[in-house]
């Protein structure tokens, strides 16, 4: 995957260019084809790829294709042109940032809950990239264009913990092919409700749950933008994107809650949040897709229960991060104590134990 800029002749930003290599397989319909290969970082429904084709700004071998039905072959190279994004101004802020590693090609990052990574229209200041402008200067990579300068990953707005940022187009390629392959390890822990049992016989029923060896719960599912809710993500089967999370159980407390462990095979937009909800343990916090439920302050106590019912954001922490230096290919490994709000959640619920 490559992402390019083209300017025009006034200096003005124009549109990017996006060029993906289709996966090697059968012949399949090009925008089928195109919602498996473009990365989830570019952020392109099916309905958009599908707009995009009709309006000819998908190419292959340079020529334009405007029928999404039309075949293409596995190992393709497709060119995307996007539209320029909307003119927004991303200027350095001095906003303290957790520096958990720096070097001259990329920088770890402990990011605290409440911080959205990259500039948006409704968000077009403090930022992560916005304090990386002002601790880095001018020497994030620039492959992902002025609003998200070395973004190779996001974690949410209300999620804490760690991210790697490219400094250089280098680190930052050699970084992307990591995530792509899946050889990135990252670690979640996350506060849900109930407790994810192999014994319950409600999830072992569930389409796409299977277990594992070590209590190890594994959820495997497509992924797409809700039909109505276009803010949110949902479980699918016949489109959007394989996903695969895997959890495990840490410590119960009574049937209520769980601090469990999860990692990603793959990297989806809310994929924990979404897997975990599906499977029927939902986040503690999670507005989104915690649903209604709430915590017994007759099993817990009433502190407790409050303490769940009342915590302010999804209790979600990315709390361990490896990879292979794009550039010396030393493998590096990080980790992240919880924060002190999931420290005060997880009190709050031992006191009943």
């Known amino acids: ?48 790829l599908s707009r995009m084709i009709a309006d000819g700004a998908v190419r292959i071998a340079g020529v334009a294709v405007t029928d999404p039905k039309a075949k293409v072959e596995g190992g393709a190279e497709v060119t995307l042109v996007l539209e320029a994004p909307e003119a ?24 605290p809950a409440g911080m959205v ?47 790697v940022v490219a400094k250089t187009d280098r680190a930052h390629q050699g970084l992307a092919v990591q995530f792509e392959r899946h050889s990135v390890t990252r670690h979640y822990l996350a506060l849900v409700h109930g407790v994810p049992s192999a014994s319950d016989p409600r999830l072992r029923g569930t389409r796409g749950v299977s277990f594992e060896a070590g209590g190890i719960i594994r959820i495997a599912t497509h992924l797409a933008r809700h039909r109505t809710d276009r803010q949110r993500q949902a479980v699918v089967w016949s489109e959007g994107r394989h996903a695969v999370t895997r959890a495990r159980v840490i410590e119960a407390f009574a049937d209520q809650a769980a601090l469990v462990e999860c990692w990603l095979e793959t990297g989806r937009t809310h ?7 599906y499977a029927g343990h939902g986040l503690l916090g999670d507005a989104t897709y ?42 590096l490994e990080f980790e992240s104590p919880l924060p002190p709000d999931l420290v005060g959640l997880l009190a709050a619920l031992r006191d009943t134990k």
Request: hydrophobic share 40%; charged share 25%; glycine share 10%.
């Open 1 to 48: 995957m490559r992402l390019l800029c083209d300017d025009d002749e006034t200096g003005e930003e124009a549109a990017e260019v996006l060029t993906v290599t289709l996966p090697e397989g059968a012949a399949d319909r090009l925008d089928k084809a195109l919602a498996r290969a473009v990365p989830e970082e570019a952020a392109l429904s099916r309905t958009r």
């Open 271 to 277: 994929q924990i949040r979404v897997h975990m909800a």
């Open 117 to 163: 990574v990259h500039p948006a229209p409704g968000s077009p200041r403090g930022t992560l990239v916005n304090a990386l402008l002002h601790h880095c200067g001018e020497s994030l990579s620039g492959i992902g264009g002025a609003r998200r300068p070395g973004i190779v990953h996001r974690i949410d707005k209300d999620t804490s913990g760690l991210l």
């Open 290 to 331: 915690g649903g209604k439920r709430k915590l017994s302050p007759k099993v817990l106590g009433e502190a407790a229960a409050e303490a769940g019912s009342s915590f302010a954001r999804q209790a979600l922490h990315a709390a361990t991060l490896g990879f292979d230096h794009p550039v010396t290919g030393a493998r």
């Open 88 to 111: 927004i101004e991303t200027l350095p802020e001095n906003i303290p940032l957790a520096v958990v590693y720096d070097d001259a090609d990329l920088i770890v990052i402990d990011k």
